[in-house]
């Protein structure tokens, strides 16, 4: 059968692919990312899609069960705070002042759980869902790297690669925050020196962090193919940067699908996470003969 990338036929050395330009990585990721759909169909790995959905909608249960929880403590608290300090007989009738105070806050707490609820699908989902189905990221890395002849090295195996995978996510996403941090300090620091660029810095933040955000979901992704070939965490974060167009071609998917409207829990496992690693092993297997170091 004939397979929809030749990882036999013209594979690129490691210099070669280097050479490169960040435009042409990102093109040819996004290449081999549209490839592995069929690459999982053809290769009867199509079960990763159910695994992943399991794991993603477990993922969503918890996280809806902690919001909810949250959401309860904090109208409580509230109700308590309220009670403590402006309840007086002479404000008590159901239609008085205390009354539209206790609707308006129970109408102000729905709207943060809601707001609260966008920013954890959009955020902090995608680190939960990096960290957690880390396990099942590498599995799969491992199964596609058998069907590509990208054997591991000697020294590695499958248990360190999910401890590792869930160990570089966090710290990826650590470092990934501590970037976004020190673009906020940065902008906020010119907007006060220099008023008149504030508009122009605080419409570029947003697509700076969208950048940095969609790098770092790559070289997470690639980590796992990284430690395939025995890189190390150290070297594993070289290879990603001189590879930023591919860490950039896979980020991108994951980063889109995570911020898809309440689907974004499901799609973004899956289109992100799943299709992502598989990209990264065919990116790894496709345009690079040995290891970054």
Sequence with gaps: MEHSITFE?????????????????????????????????????????????IGAFGIMKLVGWVLSQSANRLRLLLSGWVNQYFIHPENAAPDGPTSWLFQGLDAGVEGLLFLLTLWVQFKVT?????????????????????????????????????????RS???????????????????????????????????LLPVLSAVVSIWFYGAALLDLTWDLVGLGARNSL??????????????????????????????????????????????VRQFVREPVI
């Design 169 to 203: 996510a966090v710290l990826l996403i650590s470092m990934e925050i501590a970037v976004s941090l020190f673009l906020l300090l940065i902008f906020g620091i010119i907007s006060i020196v220099v008023p008149v660029a504030s508009f122009f810095v605080w419409w």
């Design 9 to 53: 036929q013209g594979v690129l050395n490691f210099e070669s692919m280097r050479a490169l330009d960040i435009w042409k990585q990102f093109r040819r990721g996004l290449g081999v990312y549209a490839a592995s759909f069929a690459f999982l169909r053809e290769h009867r790995l199509g079960h990763g899609y159910v695994v992943t959905l």
């Design 126 to 166: 995608k680190f939960l869902v990096l960290v957690v189905l880390s396990p099942v990221f590498a599995v799969y890395a491992e199964l596609v790297s058998q069907r590509v002849g990208l054997f591991r090295t000697p020294q590695g195996n499958l248990i360190k690669s999910i401890f590792r995978g869930a």
């Design 238 to 283: 070289r290879s990603s940067v001189k590879f930023s167009g591919l860490a950039l071609a896979l980020g991108t998917p994951f980063y889109l699908a995570m911020a898809i409207p309440v689907m974004g829990w499901l799609t973004g496992p899956v289109l992100g996470g799943l299709l992502g690693t598989v990209s990264a092993v065919l990116c």
